[in-house]
C-alpha cells in the first residue's frame, strides 16, 4: 500500500469523532469529476513520495489521549490486499477505524466488517441504478463485475452489520433530479444518504469543469427522497 497523504485533524470525516485521515494511492474507477486525480492517475502517484507506515504509526502512538478514530480513503483502499492487516494495526492501538469506499471489492468489505477490523462505512453511490449510468459516472471503465460487486455491498450495508451512509455527489452533467429520486428508491430506509454538491474550485481526473446544482434543486430532491430515505445535504468534506 502507498500512504500518499495524512489529514491529522478531522471533526468531520468520523460521526461525532475527532479522527485522522489517511489517504492511500491507486483507484480502479475513473470518474470524471473526481477531485483527487493525485491520489488516482498513476502519472501523478508515481511523482509523490509516500509516508511509511511506521511515521504513521508513531504519529497515532503519539496522539493516542487525543484522536478517536482513523478514516481510511483514497483511491479506493480496498484496492490494497494489506488493507486488513493495516486496519488490525490500528484496531489495536484503540482506535474506531472508518473506511471510505466505492463498493467494487464486496469480499474485502464484507471481510472487514466480520472480521471486526472497522467500525463505520461511508459507499459512494455514483448514480441510479443502472448499469450504463454508472460506467458513464465512473469513467467508462466499470465492468459488470465491478456494478455487481457494488450492489451487493449496497445490500450488505443495509443489513447493518455495521454504521454507515451512503452518498452522492451531485453533477449536473451526469445527474437529474429524478435519478437521485431513483437512487432514495433503491436504498429505502437507509441509515443515512448525503447529498454533496459538486464544488466548481475542484481540480478532477478528467481534467474538465462540471456544474454543480443550485439550492433550490437540492431542496426539491430533499423534500421528494426525503419520503423513502433519510436523505441529508452535507457540505462538501475536502
Ligand atoms: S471519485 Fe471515483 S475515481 Fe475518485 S477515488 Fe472515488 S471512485 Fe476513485
Not at 459488470?144 to 443495509?158: A, C, H, T
Request: proline share 4%; aromatic share 12%; hydrophobic share 35%.
Amino acid at each position: 500500500m502507498k500512504i500518499l497523504g495524512i489529514q491529522k485533524q478531522s471533526l468531520i470525516e468520523y460521526p461525532q469523532k475527532i479522527c485522522t485521515v489517511i489517504f492511500l494511492a491507486g483507484c480502479n474507477l475513473r470518474c470524471p469529476f473526481c477531485y483527487v486525480p493525485s491520489l488516482v492517475l498513476q502519472e501523478r502517484i508515481k511523482k509523490t513520495e509516500p509516508i511509511s507506515e511506521n511515521e504513521i504509526f508513531s504519529f497515532l502512538k503519539e496522539r493516542k489521549n487525543f484522536l478517536e478514530a482513523v478514516v481510511i480513503t483514497g483511491g479506493e483502499p480496498t484496492m490494497n490486499p494489506d488493507l486488513p492487516e493495516f486496519t488490525k494495526k490500528i484496531k489495536k492501538l484503540g482506535y474506531l477505524v472508518g473506511l471510505e469506499t466505492n463498493g467494487t471489492n464486496f469480499l474485502m468489505l464484507r471481510d472487514l466488517v466480520e472480521n471486526k477490523l472497522i467500525d463505520y462505512v461511508a459507499l459512494d453511490i455514483k448514480h441510479k441504478f443502472d448499469f450504463e449510468k454508472w460506467n458513464e459516472g465512473t469513467g467508462r471503465v466499470l465492468t459488470k463485475k465491478m456494478y455487481e460487486n457494488i450492489k451487493k455491498s449496497v445490500e450488505f450495508l443495509m443489513e447493518e452489520k455495521i454504521d454507515y451512509e451512503f452518498r452522492t455527489t451531485l453533477v449536473k452533467e451526469f445527474h437529474k433530479i429524478e435519478d437521485i429520486i431513483e437512487i432514495c428508491k433503491s436504498i429505502k430506509n437507509a441509515k443515512v444518504y448525503y447529498l454533496q454538491n459538486y464544488e466548481e474550485k475542484n481540480e478532477t481526473v478528467s481534467g474538465r469543469k462540471f456544474t454543480p446544482f443550485s439550492d433550490e434543486e437540492i431542496q426539491r430532491i430533499i423534500e421528494e427522497g426525503k419520503i423513502y430515505t433519510n436523505i441529508k445535504p452535507r457540505p462538501y468534506l475536502f
